[in-house]
């Protein structure tokens, strides 16, 4: 079993910025992708960005450029960092992981951007 407790999630006007944070515990050796997910109100969830183990980073189209994933492997937490958020960047965002082949996930945090 794995733990994911995202935090960080605020309200904020457009074009500031915000970081998520996500700590991991529980059988977390052998992890290798830690991830973000967001889900808006009445849409599916979608994917937002991944980082491995080593350090490599993959974006959707939509937040290439200005949001950045790192991670912590001490601390086993990774981060989202948030910057020149828009309206549409609303919602509740979720930590993301697999191991064992198994996916797991945080309870969420909202992150709302008033326009």
């Known amino acids: 079993q794995v733990q994911l407790v995202e935090s960080g999630g605020d309200l904020v006007q457009a074009g500031g910025s915000l970081r998520l944070s996500c700590a991991a515990s529980?059988?977390?050796?052998?992890?290798?992708?830690m991830g973000w997910y967001r889900q808006a109100p009445g849409n599916q969830r979608e994917w937002v960005a991944v980082i491995t183990i080593g350090g490599s980073t993959n974006y959707a189209d939509s937040v290439k450029g200005r949001f950045t994933i790192s991670r912590d492997n001490a601390k086993n937490t990774v981060y989202l960092q948030m910057n020149s958020l828009k309206p549409e960047d609303t919602a509740v965002y979720y930590c993301?992981?697999?191991?064992?082949?198994?996916?797991?996930w945080g309870q969420g945090t909202q992150v709302t951007v008033s326009s």
């Open positions: 993301w992981t697999v191991g064992a082949g198994r996916q797991y």
């Open positions: 529980g059988s977390i050796l052998g992890i290798n992708v």
